[in-house]
Protein backbone atom coordinates (compact mmCIF):
# COMPACT_ATOMS: atom_id res chain seq x y z
CA UNK A 1 0.00 0.00 0.00
CA UNK A 2 0.78 3.69 -1.19
CA UNK A 3 2.56 5.65 1.87
CA UNK A 4 -0.53 8.53 2.52
CA UNK A 5 1.05 11.73 1.93
CA UNK A 6 1.05 14.03 5.51
CA UNK A 7 0.96 17.61 4.54
CA UNK A 8 2.60 18.17 7.71
CA UNK A 9 5.72 17.34 6.38
CA UNK A 10 8.62 19.46 5.83
CA UNK A 11 10.51 18.09 3.09
CA UNK A 12 8.40 17.63 -0.23
CA UNK A 13 10.31 15.13 -2.95
CA UNK A 14 9.07 16.42 -6.46
CA UNK A 15 10.20 13.97 -9.01
CA UNK A 16 11.54 15.06 -12.69
CA UNK A 17 8.41 14.56 -14.70
CA UNK A 18 9.53 11.80 -17.12
CA UNK A 19 8.85 13.54 -20.74
CA UNK A 20 10.58 16.86 -20.08
CA UNK A 21 12.66 16.59 -23.02
CA UNK A 22 13.62 20.34 -22.34
CA UNK A 23 10.19 21.49 -22.34
CA UNK A 24 9.12 23.33 -19.41
CA UNK A 25 6.37 21.53 -17.09
CA UNK A 26 4.53 22.30 -14.03
CA UNK A 27 4.56 19.88 -10.95
CA UNK A 28 1.86 19.73 -8.33
CA UNK A 29 2.50 18.83 -4.60
CA UNK A 30 1.53 15.22 -4.10
CA UNK A 31 -2.14 14.64 -3.26
CA UNK A 32 -3.40 18.22 -4.91
CA UNK A 33 -4.41 16.35 -7.84
CA UNK A 34 -7.22 14.77 -6.97
CA UNK A 35 -9.85 17.55 -7.77
CA UNK A 36 -8.14 18.13 -10.89
CA UNK A 37 -8.59 14.20 -11.63
CA UNK A 38 -12.18 14.52 -11.11
CA UNK A 39 -12.85 16.95 -13.62
CA UNK A 40 -11.73 20.29 -12.13
CA UNK A 41 -10.02 22.66 -14.19
CA UNK A 42 -8.18 25.22 -11.97
CA UNK A 43 -4.83 24.42 -10.11
CA UNK A 44 -4.32 26.84 -7.55
CA UNK A 45 -0.92 28.68 -6.66
CA UNK A 46 -0.57 26.84 -2.95
CA UNK A 47 -1.09 23.74 -4.75
CA UNK A 48 1.99 23.89 -7.28
CA UNK A 49 5.02 22.63 -6.13
CA UNK A 50 7.69 23.32 -8.95
CA UNK A 51 8.11 24.61 -12.24
CA UNK A 52 10.34 22.98 -14.41
CA UNK A 53 11.84 25.58 -16.95
CA UNK A 54 11.24 28.52 -18.10
CA UNK A 55 7.49 29.59 -18.44
CA UNK A 56 6.34 32.74 -19.61
CA UNK A 57 3.74 33.86 -17.79
CA UNK A 58 0.09 33.06 -19.21
CA UNK A 59 1.89 30.50 -21.49
CA UNK A 60 1.02 26.84 -22.13
CA UNK A 61 2.80 24.06 -20.19
CA UNK A 62 1.54 20.60 -19.49
CA UNK A 63 0.72 20.07 -16.09
CA UNK A 64 2.18 16.75 -13.90
CA UNK A 65 1.10 15.21 -10.25
CA UNK A 66 3.34 15.10 -7.82
CA UNK A 67 4.06 10.99 -9.22
CA UNK A 68 4.99 12.29 -13.12
CA UNK A 69 1.56 11.23 -14.06
CA UNK A 70 0.09 13.39 -16.76
CA UNK A 71 -3.00 15.79 -15.50
CA UNK A 72 -3.37 17.95 -18.52
CA UNK A 73 -2.04 21.05 -20.85
CA UNK A 74 -3.10 24.22 -20.18
CA UNK A 75 -1.94 27.94 -19.39
CA UNK A 76 -0.20 28.71 -15.82
CA UNK A 77 0.38 32.35 -14.83
CA UNK A 78 2.33 32.62 -11.71
CA UNK A 79 1.42 35.81 -10.48
CA UNK A 80 -2.55 34.54 -9.82
CA UNK A 81 -3.80 32.79 -7.12
CA UNK A 82 -5.66 30.28 -10.30
CA UNK A 83 -2.38 29.58 -11.53
CA UNK A 84 -2.92 27.07 -14.19
CA UNK A 85 -6.34 26.02 -16.21
CA UNK A 86 -6.55 23.00 -17.51
CA UNK A 87 -7.58 23.51 -21.61
CA UNK A 88 -7.11 19.74 -22.28
CA UNK A 89 -6.39 15.97 -20.97
CA UNK A 90 -4.29 15.25 -23.85
CA UNK A 91 -1.30 16.66 -24.72
CA UNK A 92 -2.53 18.32 -27.60
CA UNK A 93 -1.72 21.30 -29.89
CA UNK A 94 -3.50 24.48 -28.84
CA UNK A 95 -4.04 25.83 -32.85
CA UNK A 96 -7.39 27.39 -34.49
CA UNK A 97 -7.90 23.59 -35.44
CA UNK A 98 -7.99 23.14 -31.43
CA UNK A 99 -10.31 26.63 -30.87
CA UNK A 100 -12.40 25.76 -33.77
CA UNK A 101 -13.59 22.08 -32.71
CA UNK A 102 -14.20 23.40 -28.98
CA UNK A 103 -16.43 26.10 -30.88
CA UNK A 104 -18.23 23.70 -33.52
CA UNK A 105 -19.01 21.28 -30.51
CA UNK A 106 -20.28 24.42 -28.27
CA UNK A 107 -22.89 25.49 -31.03
CA UNK A 108 -23.85 22.06 -31.77
CA UNK A 109 -25.14 22.14 -27.98
CA UNK A 110 -26.83 25.53 -28.27
CA UNK A 111 -28.22 24.10 -31.42
CA UNK A 112 -30.04 21.22 -29.35
CA UNK A 113 -31.16 23.11 -26.44
CA UNK A 114 -32.54 26.67 -28.59
CA UNK A 115 -34.34 27.44 -31.77
CA UNK A 116 -32.75 31.16 -31.25
CA UNK A 117 -29.87 32.09 -32.84
CA UNK A 118 -28.48 34.63 -29.95
CA UNK A 119 -27.28 32.82 -26.75
CA UNK A 120 -24.04 32.35 -25.02
CA UNK A 121 -22.19 30.33 -27.42
CA UNK A 122 -18.89 29.71 -25.28
CA UNK A 123 -19.59 29.33 -20.99
CA UNK A 124 -15.64 29.37 -19.88
CA UNK A 125 -15.03 26.08 -18.37
CA UNK A 126 -18.05 25.05 -18.99
CA UNK A 127 -17.32 24.59 -22.51
CA UNK A 128 -13.88 23.48 -21.78
CA UNK A 129 -12.46 26.79 -22.45
CA UNK A 130 -11.12 28.13 -19.40
CA UNK A 131 -11.23 32.16 -19.23
CA UNK A 132 -13.49 32.83 -22.75
CA UNK A 133 -16.72 34.10 -23.26
CA UNK A 134 -18.69 34.17 -26.73
CA UNK A 135 -21.99 35.78 -26.40
CA UNK A 136 -23.87 35.31 -30.11
CA UNK A 137 -26.21 38.07 -30.83
CA UNK A 138 -27.57 36.65 -34.35
CA UNK A 139 -25.11 37.94 -36.42
CA UNK A 140 -22.62 39.74 -34.13
CA UNK A 141 -20.54 38.17 -31.73
CA UNK A 142 -18.82 39.91 -28.55
CA UNK A 143 -15.66 37.93 -26.77
CA UNK A 144 -14.31 38.47 -23.23
CA UNK A 145 -11.21 37.01 -22.15
CA UNK A 146 -10.41 36.56 -18.25
CA UNK A 147 -7.16 35.59 -17.91
CA UNK A 148 -3.60 36.11 -19.40
CA UNK A 149 -3.51 32.58 -21.06
CA UNK A 150 -6.78 32.89 -22.84
CA UNK A 151 -5.53 36.69 -23.74
CA UNK A 152 -2.46 34.95 -25.64
CA UNK A 153 -4.59 32.48 -27.31
CA UNK A 154 -7.13 34.97 -28.25
CA UNK A 155 -6.07 35.57 -31.64
CA UNK A 156 -6.22 31.94 -32.42
CA UNK A 157 -9.99 31.73 -31.04
CA UNK A 158 -10.61 34.64 -32.97
CA UNK A 159 -9.49 32.89 -35.83
CA UNK A 160 -11.53 29.96 -35.28
CA UNK A 161 -14.47 32.24 -34.77
CA UNK A 162 -14.31 33.80 -37.50
CA UNK A 163 -14.01 30.66 -39.94
CA UNK A 164 -17.86 30.01 -38.19
CA UNK A 165 -19.12 32.79 -39.89
CA UNK A 166 -19.42 35.14 -41.86
CA UNK A 167 -20.45 37.27 -38.94
CA UNK A 168 -21.77 41.10 -39.46
CA UNK A 169 -19.06 41.99 -36.79
CA UNK A 170 -16.96 40.89 -34.11
CA UNK A 171 -16.49 42.57 -30.46
CA UNK A 172 -13.33 41.75 -28.36
CA UNK A 173 -14.89 43.34 -24.83
CA UNK A 174 -11.95 42.72 -22.04
CA UNK A 175 -13.20 45.15 -19.74
CA UNK A 176 -14.52 42.74 -17.07
CA UNK A 177 -13.72 43.26 -13.91
CA UNK A 178 -12.55 39.28 -12.99
CA UNK A 179 -9.33 40.73 -15.54
CA UNK A 180 -8.17 42.67 -12.30
CA UNK A 181 -7.41 39.23 -10.45
CA UNK A 182 -5.03 38.98 -12.84
CA UNK A 183 -4.13 42.47 -13.40
CA UNK A 184 -5.24 42.74 -16.82
CA UNK A 185 -5.60 46.04 -18.35
CA UNK A 186 -8.90 46.71 -20.09
CA UNK A 187 -9.12 46.67 -23.75
CA UNK A 188 -12.21 46.53 -26.07
CA UNK A 189 -11.84 46.84 -29.87
CA UNK A 190 -13.68 46.15 -33.01
CA UNK A 191 -12.20 43.04 -34.17
CA UNK A 192 -13.81 43.12 -37.64
CA UNK A 193 -17.27 44.53 -39.02
CA UNK A 194 -19.63 47.44 -37.86
CA UNK A 195 -21.88 47.56 -35.28
CA UNK A 196 -24.44 49.86 -34.60
CA UNK A 197 -25.91 50.83 -31.44
CA UNK A 198 -27.62 49.83 -30.20
CA UNK A 199 -27.41 46.39 -31.69
CA UNK A 200 -31.02 44.34 -32.27
CA UNK A 201 -31.32 41.15 -32.22
CA UNK A 202 -33.66 38.52 -31.79
CA UNK A 203 -35.19 35.94 -29.12
CA UNK A 204 -38.64 33.90 -28.27
CA UNK A 205 -39.76 35.96 -31.07
CA UNK A 206 -38.88 39.09 -29.47
CA UNK A 207 -36.82 41.87 -30.81
CA UNK A 208 -34.41 42.95 -27.99
CA UNK A 209 -31.63 45.79 -28.24
CA UNK A 210 -28.32 46.15 -26.49
CA UNK A 211 -25.17 48.19 -26.34
CA UNK A 212 -22.54 45.73 -27.19
CA UNK A 213 -19.56 48.28 -26.84
CA UNK A 214 -20.17 49.78 -23.29
CA UNK A 215 -23.27 47.71 -21.56
CA UNK A 216 -23.12 45.83 -18.62
CA UNK A 217 -21.68 41.92 -19.35
CA UNK A 218 -21.83 41.98 -23.32
CA UNK A 219 -24.90 44.01 -22.90
CA UNK A 220 -27.30 41.52 -22.45
CA UNK A 221 -28.19 38.93 -19.49
CA UNK A 222 -28.65 35.91 -21.40
CA UNK A 223 -28.45 33.63 -18.20
CA UNK A 224 -31.99 34.63 -17.28
CA UNK A 225 -33.67 33.38 -20.45
CA UNK A 226 -35.40 30.50 -19.24
CA UNK A 227 -36.58 32.37 -15.83
CA UNK A 228 -38.33 35.36 -17.90
CA UNK A 229 -40.42 32.89 -19.74
CA UNK A 230 -41.58 30.59 -15.93
CA UNK A 231 -42.31 34.59 -14.80
CA UNK A 232 -44.36 34.92 -18.16
CA UNK A 233 -46.56 32.37 -17.46
CA UNK A 234 -47.68 34.22 -14.05
CA UNK A 235 -48.14 37.29 -15.61
CA UNK A 236 -51.45 37.53 -17.42
CA UNK A 237 -54.19 40.15 -16.27
CA UNK A 238 -51.54 40.72 -13.47
CA UNK A 239 -49.76 44.17 -12.37
CA UNK A 240 -46.05 43.60 -12.75
CA UNK A 241 -43.13 45.44 -11.02
CA UNK A 242 -39.86 44.94 -12.10
CA UNK A 243 -36.84 46.03 -9.59
CA UNK A 244 -33.20 46.70 -11.23
CA UNK A 245 -35.19 46.03 -14.85
CA UNK A 246 -31.85 47.01 -16.83
CA UNK A 247 -33.52 47.38 -20.13
CA UNK A 248 -36.68 45.75 -19.50
CA UNK A 249 -36.48 42.02 -20.15
CA UNK A 250 -38.29 40.48 -17.12
CA UNK A 251 -41.42 43.18 -18.00
CA UNK A 252 -40.84 42.36 -21.90
CA UNK A 253 -42.03 38.57 -21.04
CA UNK A 254 -44.60 39.92 -19.00
CA UNK A 255 -46.20 42.04 -21.27
CA UNK A 256 -46.01 39.80 -24.20
CA UNK A 257 -48.13 37.24 -21.73
CA UNK A 258 -50.67 39.86 -21.27
CA UNK A 259 -49.51 41.69 -17.95
CA UNK A 260 -52.32 44.12 -16.49
CA UNK A 261 -49.55 46.54 -15.99
CA UNK A 262 -45.84 46.75 -15.90
CA UNK A 263 -43.58 49.14 -13.80
CA UNK A 264 -39.45 49.04 -13.83
CA UNK A 265 -37.24 50.48 -11.90
CA UNK A 266 -33.38 51.21 -12.18
CA UNK A 267 -31.30 53.66 -11.83
CA UNK A 268 -29.42 53.79 -14.88
CA UNK A 269 -31.02 56.55 -17.50
CA UNK A 270 -29.15 55.07 -20.65
CA UNK A 271 -30.73 51.15 -19.88
CA UNK A 272 -34.43 52.70 -19.09
CA UNK A 273 -33.98 54.56 -22.46
CA UNK A 274 -33.05 51.48 -24.18
CA UNK A 275 -35.86 49.98 -22.39
CA UNK A 276 -38.20 52.37 -23.93
CA UNK A 277 -37.17 51.72 -27.34
CA UNK A 278 -37.47 47.87 -27.26
CA UNK A 279 -40.93 47.89 -26.34
CA UNK A 280 -41.61 50.37 -28.75
CA UNK A 281 -40.23 48.19 -31.58
CA UNK A 282 -42.57 45.56 -29.94
CA UNK A 283 -45.46 46.58 -30.25
CA UNK A 284 -46.92 44.98 -27.46
CA UNK A 285 -50.34 46.25 -25.76
CA UNK A 286 -49.24 47.54 -22.70
CA UNK A 287 -47.91 50.49 -21.86
CA UNK A 288 -45.17 50.20 -19.43
CA UNK A 289 -43.55 52.83 -17.20
CA UNK A 290 -40.16 53.20 -16.53
CA UNK A 291 -38.77 54.96 -13.56
CA UNK A 292 -35.19 56.32 -12.97
CA UNK A 293 -34.75 55.34 -9.05
CA UNK A 294 -33.00 53.96 -6.48
CA UNK A 295 -34.79 50.97 -5.98
CA UNK A 296 -34.60 50.68 -1.54
CA UNK A 297 -35.79 54.39 -2.30
CA UNK A 298 -38.31 53.73 -4.52
CA UNK A 299 -39.73 50.44 -2.41
CA UNK A 300 -39.53 52.80 0.47
CA UNK A 301 -41.28 55.50 -1.24
CA UNK A 302 -44.23 53.53 -2.82
CA UNK A 303 -47.07 52.80 -1.18
CA UNK A 304 -48.66 50.86 -4.30
CA UNK A 305 -48.76 46.55 -4.26
CA UNK A 306 -48.39 44.41 -7.21
CA UNK A 307 -49.14 41.09 -8.14
CA UNK A 308 -45.87 40.15 -9.61
CA UNK A 309 -42.45 41.28 -8.22
CA UNK A 310 -39.07 40.50 -9.53
CA UNK A 311 -35.58 41.48 -8.37
CA UNK A 312 -32.79 40.63 -10.20
CA UNK A 313 -29.84 42.73 -8.43
CA UNK A 314 -26.64 43.02 -9.40
CA UNK A 315 -23.95 40.77 -7.84
CA UNK A 316 -23.16 41.73 -4.09
CA UNK A 317 -20.20 39.69 -3.19
CA UNK A 318 -17.48 39.46 -6.04
CA UNK A 319 -15.57 37.50 -3.13
CA UNK A 320 -15.71 35.48 -0.23
CA UNK A 321 -14.73 38.44 1.97
CA UNK A 322 -17.54 40.10 1.20
CA UNK A 323 -20.48 37.88 2.13
CA UNK A 324 -21.38 38.83 5.81
CA UNK A 325 -22.22 42.10 4.15
CA UNK A 326 -23.70 41.07 0.84
CA UNK A 327 -25.67 38.80 3.17
CA UNK A 328 -27.36 41.90 4.72
CA UNK A 329 -27.80 43.56 1.37
CA UNK A 330 -29.48 40.75 0.21
CA UNK A 331 -31.96 40.36 3.24
CA UNK A 332 -32.98 43.85 2.94
CA UNK A 333 -33.59 44.09 -0.44
CA UNK A 334 -35.28 41.02 -0.65
CA UNK A 335 -37.81 41.95 2.66
CA UNK A 336 -38.17 45.22 0.51
CA UNK A 337 -39.27 43.36 -2.51
CA UNK A 338 -41.84 41.04 -0.31
CA UNK A 339 -43.81 43.67 0.68
CA UNK A 340 -44.63 45.29 -2.79
CA UNK A 341 -46.47 42.01 -3.03
CA UNK A 342 -50.03 42.19 -2.68
CA UNK A 343 -51.59 39.24 -0.94
CA UNK A 344 -51.16 35.67 -2.93
CA UNK A 345 -49.05 37.40 -5.99
CA UNK A 346 -45.76 36.03 -6.72
CA UNK A 347 -42.03 37.27 -5.83
CA UNK A 348 -39.36 36.32 -8.14
CA UNK A 349 -36.06 36.57 -6.32
CA UNK A 350 -32.53 35.94 -8.26
CA UNK A 351 -28.93 36.36 -6.63
CA UNK A 352 -25.88 36.26 -9.15
CA UNK A 353 -23.08 36.28 -6.78
CA UNK A 354 -20.84 33.23 -7.41
CA UNK A 355 -19.72 33.11 -3.54
CA UNK A 356 -23.47 32.71 -2.40
CA UNK A 357 -24.13 29.10 -3.06
CA UNK A 358 -27.32 27.28 -3.03
CA UNK A 359 -28.09 26.52 0.52
CA UNK A 360 -27.24 30.13 1.59
CA UNK A 361 -29.22 31.25 -1.25
CA UNK A 362 -32.29 29.46 0.99
CA UNK A 363 -30.99 30.24 4.17
CA UNK A 364 -31.31 34.87 2.72
CA UNK A 365 -34.44 33.67 1.70
CA UNK A 366 -35.88 32.46 4.64
CA UNK A 367 -34.29 35.50 6.76
CA UNK A 368 -35.89 37.65 4.26
CA UNK A 369 -39.22 36.61 4.47
CA UNK A 370 -38.62 36.62 8.45
CA UNK A 371 -37.62 40.40 8.28
CA UNK A 372 -40.99 41.45 5.86
CA UNK A 373 -42.88 40.03 8.48
CA UNK A 374 -44.69 37.98 5.75
CA UNK A 375 -45.24 34.42 4.97
CA UNK A 376 -44.51 32.74 1.66
CA UNK A 377 -43.57 29.62 0.49
CA UNK A 378 -41.50 28.29 -2.52
CA UNK A 379 -43.03 27.55 -5.86
CA UNK A 380 -40.07 26.89 -8.06
CA UNK A 381 -36.10 26.75 -7.79
CA UNK A 382 -34.02 27.66 -11.05
CA UNK A 383 -30.95 29.23 -12.16
CA UNK A 384 -28.96 29.82 -15.23
CA UNK A 385 -30.20 29.56 -18.79
CA UNK A 386 -29.57 26.05 -20.25
CA UNK A 387 -27.15 27.86 -22.70
CA UNK A 388 -25.16 28.37 -19.55
CA UNK A 389 -24.46 24.62 -18.60
CA UNK A 390 -23.43 23.74 -15.12
CA UNK A 391 -20.09 21.69 -15.25
CA UNK A 392 -20.71 19.09 -11.96
CA UNK A 393 -17.16 19.06 -10.86
CA UNK A 394 -16.56 22.82 -10.86
CA UNK A 395 -19.49 24.21 -8.74
CA UNK A 396 -17.91 28.06 -9.67
CA UNK A 397 -19.82 27.48 -12.79
CA UNK A 398 -23.49 27.17 -11.09
CA UNK A 399 -23.60 30.86 -10.14
CA UNK A 400 -27.03 31.70 -10.62
CA UNK A 401 -29.53 31.22 -8.37
CA UNK A 402 -33.37 32.02 -8.64
CA UNK A 403 -36.56 31.30 -6.66
CA UNK A 404 -40.23 32.04 -7.05
CA UNK A 405 -42.24 32.76 -4.04
CA UNK A 406 -45.86 33.09 -3.21
CA UNK A 407 -46.23 35.83 -0.85
CA UNK A 408 -49.45 35.31 1.65
CA UNK A 409 -50.58 37.69 4.46
Known amino acids: MDKKYNPSDKKTHVAKPRNMSGRPCVTLKPGEERRIQRGHLWVFSNEVAAVHGEVVP ?65 FGESDDLP ?21 KLLPLALEAIKRLGPWKAIMVRNDSAARAFEKLEVMVRLEEGIIQTPHWFSQDGLQLAAD ?38 FGLWAARAGCQSLTGVDSSEEALGLAKAIFDKNGLPVAPVFIKSDVEEFCNGSRDK ?4 VADPPRYAVNKRQLPVAM ?10 LNKVADQGFCALASCSQHVDRELFRQI ?45
Not at 215 to 235: M, P, S
Request: proline share 2%; aromatic share 12%.
Open 58 to 122: GGVVPFYTGRNDFLGVGYYNPDSLIAGRILSRQDVVLDEHFFENRLKRAMAYRAAVTADQSYRWV
Open 131 to 151: GLVVDRYDDVCVVQSYCLGMD
Open 212 to 249: LKAGQKTGYFFDQTDNRKIVGTFCRGKRVLDLFCHTGA
Open 306 to 309: YDVV
Open 328 to 337: KAYIKLYALA
Open 365 to 409: LSRAVQESGRRARLVLWGGQAKDHPVRLTMPETDYLKFALLQVNG
